[in-house]
């Protein structure tokens, strides 16, 4: 377990091997950025049966007293910052943590990772810049990793902006596309402005403790060193990285953007990876969150429903496929938001691993159709089914897991969420919530059915089925899609429910509300069985609802004018107040600071060469002169 | 015996002349011949206060040479010195065909 370090240290190596032999290694090198995740996959199986063999007594573990969970604590000397030993110096480590949190992520990281980049194989096939495509995914997969087993804010800062970086680059991959380029640059800036937020939070943790380490922090929370206003405000600055990393309102309007990257890219950076940083890093700093009864949880709550109910509403009335499936991302990170703002620790990273398998899934499904047919408008298609099957039945399979379909996996894990919410926030927060979940799988039904059912277009013939690089490893999501929920359970034996491995201080049984979960069940299930109705048998018209709703349409179709709005603040307010700062500097830095005494400098010189004249006799004349009058100054001063 | 200050005033005379002669031509040969002008105003000046001071009183011999040799230094550098001027000039004349000092102006700025 000692060498969970090396997880991520793999992929790091591949991904400039990648760079410099991908002239001349076959398939551009991409197989060492596979073999690289395959190896840390390979690594978190050891690792994980070494946690579960590990208890209190282990050397480097104990049982934290903040999070209550077995904890493992590997740690080296990174640096001073100072001369080491003076006064006010820092030293920095090296350190990872392994405990329930970071052993799940790395499984899911790693297995995602290992999936997507395999399904590229196919997917990337033939394209002019195949192996920097792989060493941006090693260098992605070994700084997320990094993220997950982080045991200080500066090494998880560090990582989680490699993560962005990687996440810039791999959405302007194809930056011949002005809105590929267009889309990397929002995806980068917005998600800095939270980021910004974050490194304050963290220099004010860092001024309060005195250390970077994240239990030192916990410690200073718990002992009460770090008082109730400090903790409240250290958390929110803290959530607004985890805001833009999680493209939570307002910072939502970057992540259907970044849809303009390679499908795959979305299915593990966007989807299932990169984008729950932001649900990872509450959860990981939770003691911080959840210290002077949660302050600080119930803004996570309310900004999480928001997120999940408005995202929800534009997947409804998008068109195209993939940001569909990014509305439904935003939405159900969201709702995982939602969960820890309810005290649902469990829930919402049951929710993270489901979601993450089904949304890598989806996308991938998603790739698959556009691989078949370079189209994502779901108004062109239908009934792709008879042309891709076994891509419209895994689509199929994710969707109805994330619509809530009970035994698929995303039942559990939405139920569980429900269960938290209903059971620690106000009922408005369930009635929500609910809603929330019947819009979820309403678009999901709306996806599935349009695409893949109803009657075969005339100009969708002509597409294919794609190659079994690609199929394979939608198959294995499509099991995990299923199956994962079932950990949820406390079967027979002494597992006692994922519930007894995830937890926040209280190991939790399974649990199940029979009202909740009938309700959620009709719901979800009503849903489908609506969206049949509408979209394949024209049944149900949707002609009435959307004339008596009729005002609210457009408002939805423009996703709430958020980008019309920030345009407007762009360029009324942050473009005037750069131009006043672009001439202040033009004008009194550069001309009268700078330029001044350069161009009087200048000026002086050339006045002053003109004595120059580079003829003898001037020379000559000057001598004469001098000469004349240092006599006449002679002769005066013998003569006084 | 002629009055110093006649020498030395013919002194003055050339010097100036030869002065003018520097300030005044364009022809570096001119101006090097002006140089020669100015240094024999001095040389008559060393010679005329050294054989002034030489004699004590009329009848006495010679004491003092230190004008006299002071005078034939003076020749001997000049001779070397127009020697080399005249080699710069003549590069000068090979090089850009003229030797008027007007156009000899590239030390400049």
């Known amino acids: ?640 | 015996m002629v009055d110093l200050v006649y020498f030395q005033l013919l002194s003055a005379a050339l010097f100036v002349i030869g002065m003018y002669g520097v300030l005044a031509r364009r022809s570096a040969v001119l101006i090097v011949m002006s140089i020669e002008l100015m240094l024999n105003a001095v040389n008559i000046n060393l010679i005329a206060a050294a054989s002034h001071l030489g004699y004590r009183s009329v009848g006495e011999a010679f004491t003092n040479f230190d004008g006299q040799i002071i005078a034939i230094f003076v020749i001997t550098v000049a001779a070397a010195e127009l020697g080399l001027a005249l080699a710069i000039i003549l590069r000068i004349y090979r090089n850009r065909g003229s030797v008027n000092v007007d156009e000899v102006d590239l030390m400049k700025w």
């Open chain 1, 1 to 640: 377990m000692e060498w969970a370090w090396l997880i991520p240290v793999f992929s790091f190596a591949a991904a400039p091997l990648i760079v410099v032999l991908g002239r001349v290694l076959p398939g551009s090198g991409s197989f060492l950025a596979i073999l690289a995740i395959a190896a840390g996959f390979a690594l978190f199986w050891w690792v994980f049966a070494g946690f579960l063999g590990a208890g209190a007594g282990t050397e480097n573990c104990l049982v934290s007293a903040h999070t209550g969970t077995l904890t493992c604590h590997y740690q080296m000397a990174w640096f001073h910052a100072g001369l080491a030993g003076a006064a006010g110096s820092v030293a920095l480590t090296w350190g990872i943590i392994v405990d329930p949190l970071t052993v799940a992520m790395l499984g899911l990281v790693t297995f995602v990772a290992l999936m997507v980049q395999i399904y590229s194989l196919g997917y990337m096939r033939g394209d002019s810049r195949f192996g920097w495509y792989y060493a941006v995914h090693a260098l992605f997969a070994a700084a997320m990793l990094t993220l997950v087993l982080a045991d200080n804010f500066l090494l998880l800062y560090v990582a989680w902006e490699l993560v962005g970086i990687c996440s810039y680059l791999l959405i302007g991959f194809w930056h011949e596309r002005p809105a590929a380029k267009e889309a990397a640059k929002k995806a980068f800036i917005v998600t800095r402005i939270g980021d910004v937020g974050m490194l304050i939070g963290i220099l004010l943790i860092w001024r309060e403790v005195g250390s970077f380490s994240m239990f030192d922090a916990f410690e200073a929370v718990s002992s009460g060193a770090m008082t109730e206003g400090v903790t409240t405000v250290a958390a929110l600055l803290l959530f607004l990285g985890a805001m833009g990393k999680s493209a939570q309102f307002p910072f939502h309007v970057w992540l259907p953007d970044a849809m303009e990257g390679p499908t795959p890219v979305s299915a593990l950076i966007h989807a299932a990876t990169m984008v729950v940083a932001g649900v990872f890093l509450v959860a990981r700093v939770y003691p911080i969150f959840s210290a002077y009864d949660g302050d600080a949880l119930l803004v996570v709550a309310v900004i999480g429903l928001i997120t999940a109910l408005m995202a929800s509403t534009i997947a409804l009335v998008s068109v195209d496929l993939k940001r569909i499936l990014a509305y439904s991302t935003i939405s159900h990170l969201g709702l995982m938001m939602l969960s820890l703002g309810a005290f649902g620790y469990t829930a919402a990273i049951f929710h993270l691993l489901a979601h993450g398998f089904a949304k890598a899934l989806l996308f991938l499904g998603a790739g698959s159709v556009m691989h078949g047919t370079d189209e994502l408008d779901i108004r062109k298609m239908g009934g792709l089914r008879k042309v891709m099957p076994m891509t419209a039945f895994l689509f199929s399979l994710g969707a109805l897991s994330l619509g809530g379909i009970p035994i698929l996996s995303g039942f559990w894990s939405k139920d569980e969420i429900l269960l938290a919410v209903n059971d620690h926030l106000n009922p408005a927060f369930i009635i929500l919530a609910l809603l929330t979940a019947f819009l979820s799988a309403m678009y999901m039904a709306r996806a599935m059915f349009v695409t893949f059912f109803g009657n075969l277009r005339q100009e969708m013939e002509h597409a294919h089925e794609s190659p079994a690089s690609m199929i394979g490893p939608m198959a294995l999501l499509g099991v995990l899609a299923a199956v994962f929920g079932f950990v949820g359970f406390n079967w027979p034996g002494s597992y006692q429910g994922i519930g007894s491995f995830l937890f926040f201080h209280e190991a939790e049984g399974f649990h199940f509300n029979w009202w909740l979960g009938i309700l959620s069940m009709i719901l979800a299930v009503g849903a489908f069985v609506l969206g049949y109705l509408i979209y394949i048998k024209d049944r149900v018209s949707l002609e009435g609802f959307r004339a008596r709703i009729g005002g609210l349409i457009p408002v939805v179709e423009n996703k709430y004018y958020f980008d019309e709005a920030y345009q407007w603040v762009v360029d009324r307010v942050v473009l005037v107040f750069a131009n006043f700062i672009g001439l202040f500097d033009r004008i009194v830095i550069n001309d009268l600071a700078v330029n001044g005494p350069a161009n009087s400098v200048h000026r002086l010189g050339i006045a002053m060469r003109l004595h120059v004249t580079g003829h003898v006799y001037s020379y000559a004349m000057g001598m004469v002169l001098g000469t004349i009058a240092l006599s006449i100054f002679w002769w005066f001063r013998s003569v006084s």
